[in-house]
C-alpha cells in the first residue's frame, strides 16, 4: 500500500486524482472512487486519493470531541482495498489553510502531471473554500486537466454524508450507519491489562486502547463480532462506566468474546458493532448482574444468528 504525506513524495504521469476528506469511506465516497479508478485503469493512468489529517473541520473549528470514522490508516486501507494506487493523507495546517486553491493545484499538476480531477458536487478547494468546482474547472483550462463533478449519492431520499453517520454511530444505530456506510461499523484497539473482574466472575473480557479520536457509540451493551486474526467470533461489547464496580470518568471499551477461551493480551482485535441491545445500568449485586449478563449472551447469540 502506497501511503504517503507528501504530494513531494508522489511522482508521476497522466494521474487521474480525487480530493477529499473520505471520512468513513462511505457509499457515496465509494461511488466517486470505484468510477475513477476504472476510468483510469482502462485508460492506463494511475488513480491517486488526496486527504487530510486533522479533518479541515476540526482543525478549523477546534473540535475536541472524538470525531473520526475511521483514523488516517484504516481510511487509506480502505481506499487501497478499491483500487486506488496510492493515498496522500496530507497534514492539514495553518499554511495549507492559508494556500489558494491556485497554489494547490499548482503543485498537485507538478507532482503528477493531473490529467482528470474528481470532487463531489459540494466540494470546495483552498483558503475561503473558494475553489469551488467553477473555479477548479476554470483552472483546468489553464493547467491542461479535466474536472468531474460527481453528482451526490442518496439513500431512502437523503444525501449520504459522513456527518450524518457520525451523528447515528453516536447515538447507537448502528443498522442506519451500516446502510450507508456499506459495511458494519468497526473498531480496532489493542488488547490491554484490565483489573481481571471479568475473569473472577467467569465472564472474561478483552479491555481494548482504541484511537482516542474515534467516534464511539453511547454507551451500552451491544452485539457485535470480533476478529480475532482470521476468525470472526460472537461477542458482546459492553462500552461505558461500569457503574456496578468503578466510578471510572473515562469510558471502558470491554469485550468478551463468546466460546472462546485464550490470552490475547497485547494483540490487535477488530470489532464490529452490529446492535445496541441495552443501555449501561448499575446492579444492586454481582448475583443479578451475572443474571443479565447471560441474558445479554442469549440475545446476542439470537441476533448474530441473523446477520451474515
Known amino acids: 500500500?502506497?501511503?504517503?504525506?507528501?504530494?513531494?513524495?508522489?511522482?508521476?504521469?497522466?494521474?487521474?486524482?480525487?480530493?477529499?476528506?473520505?471520512?468513513?469511506?462511505?457509499?457515496?465516497?465509494?461511488?466517486?472512487?470505484?468510477?475513477?479508478?476504472?476510468?483510469?485503469?482502462?485508460?492506463?493512468?494511475?488513480?491517486?486519493?488526496?486527504?487530510?489529517?486533522?479533518?479541515?473541520?476540526?482543525?478549523?473549528?477546534?473540535?475536541?470531541?472524538?470525531?473520526?470514522?475511521?483514523?488516517?490508516?484504516?481510511?487509506?486501507?480502505?481506499?487501497?482495498?478499491?483500487?486506488?494506487?496510492?493515498?496522500?493523507?496530507?497534514?492539514?495546517?495553518?499554511?495549507?489553510?492559508?494556500?489558494?486553491?491556485?497554489?494547490?493545484i499548482k503543485g498537485l499538476v507538478g507532482s503528477t502531471q493531473l490529467k482528470q480531477l474528481w470532487v463531489g458536487y459540494d466540494f470546495a478547494l483552498g483558503h475561503g473554500r473558494k475553489g469551488t468546482p467553477e473555479v477548479l474547472r476554470n483552472l483546468g483550462l489553464e493547467f491542461g486537466y479535466q474536472l468531474h463533478a460527481f453528482q451526490p449519492v442518496e439513500l431512502d431520499g437523503m444525501i449520504i454524508s459522513s456527518s450524518q453517520i457520525r451523528q447515528w454511530v453516536a447515538t447507537g444505530e448502528m443498522q442506519r450507519a451500516a446502510n450507508w456506510l456499506g459495511r458494519w461499523y468497526s473498531v480496532t484497539g489493542q488488547v490491554i491489562h484490565g483489573d481481571g473482574r471479568g475473569r473472577h466472575i467467569g465472564i472474561p473480557t478483552a479491555n481494548l486502547k482504541i484511537w482516542p479520536e474515534k467516534r464511539l457509540p453511547e454507551p451500552g451493551v451491544y452485539a457485535a463480532w470480533t476478529w480475532v486474526d482470521t476468525k470472526r467470533l460472537p461477542s458482546v461489547l459492553n462500552l461505558g462506566y461500569r457503574p456496578t464496580f468503578d466510578k471510572i470518568t473515562e469510558p471502558r471499551l470491554e469485550v468478551h468474546i463468546l466460546d472462546l477461551s485464550a490470552d490475547l493480551y497485547d494483540q490487535r482485535l477488530r470489532l464490529e458493532i452490529i446492535q445496541r441491545l441495552r443501555s449501561e445500568q448499575r446492579f444492586a449485586s454481582v448475583d443479578l448482574l451475572m443474571v443479565q449478563i447471560q441474558q445479554d449472551i442469549q440475545q446476542t447469540r439470537e441476533v448474530l444468528a441473523h446477520v451474515p
Open 1 to 104: 500500500m502506497q501511503h504517503l504525506s507528501s504530494l513531494r513524495d508522489l511522482q508521476a504521469r497522466d494521474a487521474w486524482v480525487t480530493i477529499g476528506s473520505f471520512d468513513g469511506v462511505h457509499l457515496g465516497h465509494q461511488s466517486i472512487i470505484h468510477n475513477m479508478v476504472a476510468g483510469a485503469h482502462r485508460n492506463n493512468a494511475p488513480a491517486f486519493v488526496i486527504t487530510f489529517h486533522p479533518h479541515p473541520a476540526v482543525f478549523l473549528r477546534n473540535i475536541q470531541e472524538a470525531y473520526y470514522l475511521t483514523s488516517p490508516e484504516e481510511r487509506a486501507e480502505l481506499l487501497t482495498g478499491m483500487g486506488v494506487d496510492g493515498v496522500i493523507t496530507l497534514p492539514f495546517d495553518q499554511e495549507l489553510a492559508n494556500q489558494s486553491a491556485r497554489e494547490f
